[in-house]
């Protein structure tokens, strides 16, 4: 029998396949013409089955990283059936790119073909990877999932026209330093949850669980759903978020803290995802002060995540080839809705101390500090309320990345506050408008951009990272940058006192002007009227 990587153009599947695999194959439309008799296959069908049926015996074994990663693999080739390249012309990346100039711009996507020969991907990652990281040890477990993530040539990315290159700062989506609003101009908005959010399920191997088929057109929908007028609560704010949490996973290390299963993590970046969808540019309370209709449907209860969770779910089983969960079994179903309930409801403000509390309580009781006793948190609990406690840190984290603008280098800082507060002040606008009283932070007129950032940085922001950070420590580059923008802010801050004292100081004086030039004036009119009664 040939060896693994050497020319299996023809092979008999006698030579390899059991009698049971053999009879399993009759399932399968592509191998419907297989018998006993040990018929011929092309070597990229033949390679598809055997990687299924590796992931099945693996499933078996729970080597769950194993098998993202044949996953990974059987993506590959199912997307490169279908490019004819002849192997003996491109034999690496540089031929490839003299005879396919690949980069065409065309609405913003790039349209290219693929970069690597299937053959050397596929002999890449089975040879020399899963040879020298097969094991259950966690370090080597982390070396082989940094394999994947920096080298795989992302079917569903390629499909889409996107280029997955993880050393290019652009698409460098687990970086803390990432720049959506940069990504947003290479792909165009209507793309950018889109192209966000698959490479999150692609790159943590979660397209093996749901069927990139529904999700495609479910995340369109979803992204064209969010109301793109709006300054802030957009399609590229949940990007954003969801962007915020990937990298909490990846520096946070909670894959090994928090003992994450692939439902948790879908839960996790289908939160995110949704966390705002539909949301009309207006507060909760500005919603039940109106008496708008979602106010009254939520009965003025978290009114808004309500309604972002309905009309999210509405998507999913109504509207056709959208439903994510069509071949999740009953319970991992309800699994991941109730997970999902969870997250979107704690991104509402009124929530905050209860999340805040939660973290300062566990960080007391076990003594949690450095990131050390974490496991205590989890020792000897039954299975529902493990269940709850994991729930209760995945709403921390999407809270805490639903307000971590203030976390990020000072440049995306900067414009995430504008944003906000050009719709805070769109609000208080229409409430003055409607007679109502202006909500907190709502007065263009009071209210300045320092001022508030400040604010919402010493009272929000710094004492929840602060607790976070002694949970993850991995994670301190967010109270870096917290400590620089604050110092920022606040030099803003007195620079806009300094400048807002010296304008009331010119009003008054022009106010008092204005008076004793009206007094002369009367005077002056005085004089003229009595003059003209002495002619008289």
Not at 21 to 30: M, S, V
Not at 178 to 200: H, M
Not at 419 to 444: A, H, K, Y
Not at 483 to 508: H, M, P, Q, S, T
Request: charged share 30%; proline share 2%; hydrophobic share 35%.
């Amino acid at each position: 029998m040939p060896k693994f990587g050497e020319s299996l153009t023809k092979i008999s599947l006698k030579e390899i396949l059991s009698d049971q695999e053999l009879e399993d194959l009759k399932k399968y439309n592509q191998f419907k013409k297989a018998s006993e008799k040990g018929y011929n296959y092309e070597k990229d069908e033949l390679i598809l089955k055997l990687i299924t049926l590796v992931i099945e015996k693996f499933i078996s074994m729970k080597e769950n990283t194993l098998v993202k990663c044949f996953r990974w693999v059987k993506k590959i080739i199912q997307e490169n059936l279908e490019i004819k390249v002849d192997s003996s012309t491109f034999k690496n990346l540089e031929k490839m790119k003299e005879a396919k100039p690949n980069l065409k711009m065309k609405l913003g996507w790039m349209e290219e073909y693929s970069l690597l020969n299937k053959e050397e991907e596929i002999y890449k990652l089975t040879r020399k990877t899963l040879q020298k990281y097969s094991t259950t040890n966690d370090k080597d477990n982390k070396k082989m999932n940094a394999f994947v993530r920096r080298n795989t040539l992302n079917p569903e990315l390629l499909k889409s026209g996107i280029m997955n290159r993880i050393n290019e700062d652009l698409l460098d989506f687990e970086s803390h330093k990432f720049n959506i609003f940069k990504l947003e101009e290479k792909v165009g908005r209507e793309n950018i949850l889109p192209v966000t959010a698959t490479y999150i399920f692609t790159s943590l191997g979660l397209f093996g669980i749901i069927d990139y088929t529904k999700f495609e057109p479910f995340i369109f929908r979803v992204a064209s759903g969010y109301h793109r007028e709006n300054p802030y609560h957009t399609d590229l704010h949940a990007a954003d978020i969801s962007q915020s949490l990937l990298v909490y996973y990846i520096f946070g290390n909670l894959q090994k803290i928090l003992d994450f299963n692939d439902l948790d993590l879908i839960s996790l970046f289908i939160s995110a995802a949704i966390h705002d969808f539909g949301h009309p540019g207006y507060t909760n309370n500005y919603l039940i002060n109106t008496k708008n209709d979602i106010a009254i449907r939520y009965n003025d209860q978290s009114v808004l995540e309500n309604y972002h969770i309905s009309e999210s779910f509405n998507i999913i089983f109504k509207k056709k080839g959208c439903n994510i969960f069509d071949s999740f079994s009953n319970d991992d179903y309800k699994y991941c809705r109730k997970r999902i309930i969870q997250c979107v409801l704690s991104t509402d403000m009124t929530l905050h101390n209860k999340e805040f509390n939660f973290l300062k309580a566990k960080a007391a009781t076990f003594q949690i500090k450095n990131g050390e006793n974490i496991e205590k948190i989890f020792e000897s609990l039954d299975p529902v309320t493990n269940f709850n406690t994991k729930q209760e840190f995945l709403n921390v984290m999407v809270h805490a990345a639903d307000i971590s603008n203030p976390t990020k280098p000072l440049d995306i800082y900067k414009e995430w506050a504008q944003r906000c507060v050009d719709e805070f002040f769109r609000q208080g606008d229409m409430e003055r408008r409607l007679g109502l009283p202006i909500s907190f932070n709502c007065d263009r007129n009071t209210v300045l951009l320092s001022q508030s950032q400040v604010g919402f940085i010493d009272a929000i922001v710094m004492p929840l990272f602060s607790v976070i950070n002694e949970f993850f420590p991995g994670l301190n580059f967010t109270l870096k940058n917290l400590e620089a923008n604050e110092k920022y802010f606040k030099g803003l801050k007195e620079k806009d006192e300094r400048k807002k004292i010296k304008e009331e100081i010119k009003e008054e004086e022009e106010d008092k002007n204005s008076d004793n030039d009206s007094k002369d004036e009367s005077i002056q009119m005085s004089k003229v009227s009595k003059s003209s009664d002495d002619e008289d």
